[in-house]
């Protein structure tokens, strides 16, 4: 274990987290996530299905999340929007439902779309590693669809590399 915490440090500094904050995880889910904080969650079953390099291409994914400023900037509206919804509940709590429902569909589609972003940035230094990760996670998390990450051909679409024409 202390091992694999060494390796994934390593290889995080070398993608330009400075110092950062690993956290090995159990799940039968091959994920990660970064927190605004810069703490790293691995699960082991990531952390086994990948190469380095294509650990390095999904670390590339993690810091964009970080340079992108997606860790700073969503969390704010949602929160300001959340504070926004709490107030007018107070005075028309059919249109606060109604625009809260809205607004949990935008801030899925934010989502997806900054997911999108952080895979065009990592793409940029990590290159068919990037890809071959990917497929790999949706392989063995079996991911169809989920609300806050775009489809395994979405990714692909947007990294060039699925044509529907």
């Not at 990660?32 to 703490?39: A, H, L, Q, V």
């Not at 790999?136 to 989920?146: L, S």
């Amino acid at each position: 274990m202390k091992a694999d915490l060494k390796k994934i440090r390593k290889i995080a500094e070398e993608v330009g987290f400075n110092d950062p904050k690993i956290q090995l995880v159990k799940s039968g889910k091959a994920t990660i996530e970064t927190s605004i904080f810069g703490t790293i969650k691995i699960s082991k079953t990531l952390l086994c299905a990948l190469n380095k390099n294509e650990l390095k291409a999904i670390l590339y994914h993690e810091i964009a999340h970080h340079k992108l400023k997606h860790l700073t900037v969503t969390p704010t509206l949602t929160l300001l929007y959340g504070l926004a919804l709490l107030w007018l509940s107070k005075y028309m709590p059919i249109i606060t439902i109604i625009l809260g429902i809205a607004g949990l569909a935008t801030f899925a589609t934010l989502a997806q779309l900054q997911e999108l972003e952080a895979d065009l940035w990592a793409y940029c230094y990590a290159g068919e590693d990037l890809i071959k990760a990917l497929i790999k996670i949706y392989r063995i998390n079996k991911w169809k669809y989920r609300l806050m990450h775009p489809s395994l051909e979405e990714r692909l679409k947007n990294l060039g590399y699925l044509s529907f024409e």
